[in-house]
């Protein structure tokens, strides 16, 4: 019982601390809208573009959404040297850890909903293979916060998290199948793109909201759970060795 009382006290705190900030909050409905426009621009097109454009906007609102936030929470505190105080606390590493990611992951995939919400208003979204569409989603939130995870860990500063995280952030964008297909890639670029959990998760969205996926939806998710695990683990293996011991 203690340990869930543990769990609670450290998401509540974060989620007053960092995630619950207007500028945090703005940031869920504006970069969407941001995205949005920015191909109906490039593209010239109508609302009916919107359901080709959805499954990307929704990943890259994660994507952003949860590496953004999980790399200022954990590296702050970190070099604020308040994260000695937390394993103080009567849970062990691997509740602490994923305490400090969970909510980046409610906020995440909060933020994931908030373009399919808006779409709503404008496109007829009743063929979307919800039974799929939301378990991708909230995967897709638990990779993109343990990928976030994983680069905090590995720098000091909150400054070098963000730099860090685009060197990840921008080739998934472009690699991953979010906005054209990825065997428009060049040929010796294509294998990359299968290195990145997120070509899994944009696989499962496109195909529920549009119909065309490479993969079944039963190995996307297999494969995107399994980038959850390792990422976390790494992410565990790197705080003991850098942070503990």
């Not at 685009?166 to 690699?175: K, W």
Request: proline content about 6%; some cysteine; hydrophobic content about 60%.
């Amino acid at each position: 019982m203690k340990r869930w009382i543990a769990f609670w006290n450290i998401l509540a705190k974060d989620m007053r601390t960092y995630y619950l900030k207007p500028p945090n909050i703005s940031w869920g409905i504006v970069f969407p809208l941001a995205w949005t426009g920015m191909f109906f621009i490039k593209s010239g097109s109508g609302l009916d573009s919107i359901p080709a454009v959805l499954p990307g906007v929704v990943a890259v609102s994660i994507l952003f959404g949860t590496t953004s936030m999980l790399a200022t929470a954990v590296t702050f505190e970190k070099k604020q040297r308040s994260f000695e105080r937390l394993l103080l606390a009567p849970i062990s590493l691997e509740l602490l850890m994923f305490a400090k990611t969970a909510g980046a992951i409610l906020i995440g995939t909060i933020n994931g909903f908030i373009p399919v919400a808006m779409a709503s208003f404008f496109a007829d979204l009743s063929g979307v293979a919800w039974g799929v569409f939301v378990p991708a989603t909230v995967l897709i939130s638990i990779a993109s916060t343990f990928l976030g995870l994983f680069i905090a860990v590995a720098v000091s500063e909150v400054f070098e998290a963000q730099t860090f995280s685009n060197f990840f952030r921008f080739p998934m964008i472009f690699l991953c199948g979010l906005f054209f297909p990825i065997e428009r890639l060049p040929v010796f670029l294509q294998p990359l793109s299968y290195a990145f959990p997120l070509t899994y998760g944009a696989d499962v969205l496109h195909g529920a909201v549009n119909g065309s996926h490479i993969l079944p939806f039963a190995v996307d998710l297999a494969i995107l759970g399994a980038f959850c695990i390792v990422l976390f683990a790494a992410s565990l293996w790197n705080i003991q060795r850098r942070w503990i011991l």
